[in-house]
T-cell receptor, first 116, second 113 residues
Framework: NAGVMQNPRHLVRRRGQEARLRCSPM?????VYWYRQLPEEGLKFMVY????????ESGMPKERFSAEFPKEGPSILRIQQVVRGDSAAYFCASSPPNYSSGNTIYFGEGSWLTVV | DAKTTQPTSMDCAEGRAANLPCNHSTISGNEYVYWYRQIHSQGPQYIIHGLKNNETNEMASLIITEDRKSSTLILPHATLRDTAVYYC??????????????FGEGTQLTVNP
């Protein structure tokens, strides 16, 4: 059973470039979540997606950040015109569609973005 | 989601049981109690969850008080590899949006040799 797969694991970008982080959920999972963890800080929710739909993006910065989860392929978190403050670990998580029994959310190992 | 309160840090001797408390006095009837942990520089790891009954799996036991206002995560025989930040989270079950996990500060558990 493959877990939540994230790539790249480490990414270095220069200020102003774009960063694309990919997440493949666990098999059978149709819900994806993205979290960000700044250095020495806690995990902050960014966005919750189902296939082809953004359900909750209340934690997503209004500018430069976008996320998608297409019908086919992985979920992508895109950061345009990166700045040094975007340097962080970005964690993706997934869950199955059935909530009724308190379904479990599983996390990937993260993508570490460094902006130089 | 209901707010939780956990001690900032705890220590435990290797081989002993680690008992991590969590208060969630405003928990609602449809909210589950989840425990995750994060070992440094790794992704959060699911441990266990429950609604009102005590739960046990290969990693830990979860004891939820009868009024559901607090719970305790028990690691029966702590090892050095259990050193991590442990998060107690309450989360709504059922088909709703916003079913995300909201992480607080957690408890830094240090297992000492």
């Amino acid at each position: 059973n493959a877990g939540v797969m994230q790539n790249p694991r480490h990414l270095v970008r220069r200020r102003g470039q774009e960063a694309r982080l990919r997440c493949s959920p666990m098999k059978g999972h149709s819900h994806v979540y993205w979290y960000r963890q700044l250095p020495e800080e806690g995990l902050k929710f960014m966005v919750y997606l189902q296939k082809e739909n953004i359900i909750d993006e209340s934690g997503m910065p209004k500018e430069r950040f976008s996320a998608e989860f297409p019908k086919e392929g992985p979920s992508i978190l895109r950061i345009q015109q990166v700045v040094r403050g975007d340097s962080a670990a970005y964690f993706c998580a997934s869950s199955p569609p059935n909530y009724s029994s308190g379904n479990t959310i599983y996390f990937g190992e993260g993508s570490w973005l460094t902006v130089v | 989601d209901a707010k939780t309160t956990q001690p900032t840090s705890m220590d435990c001797a290797e081989g002993r049981a680690a008992n991590l408390p969590c208060n969630h006095s405003t928990i609602s009837g449809n909210e589950y109690v989840y425990w995750y942990r994060q070992i440094h520089s790794q992704g959060p790891q699911y441990i266990i969850h429950g609604l009102k009954n005590n739960e046990t799996n290969e990693m830990a036991s979860l004891i939820i008080t009868e009024d559901r206002k607090s719970s305790t995560l028990i690691l029966p025989h702590a090892t050095l590899r259990d050193t991590a930040v442990y998060y107690c989270i309450v989360r709504v079950g059922g088909e709703t949006s916003g079913s995300r996990l909201t992480f607080g500060e957690g408890t830094q558990l240090t297992v000492n040799p």
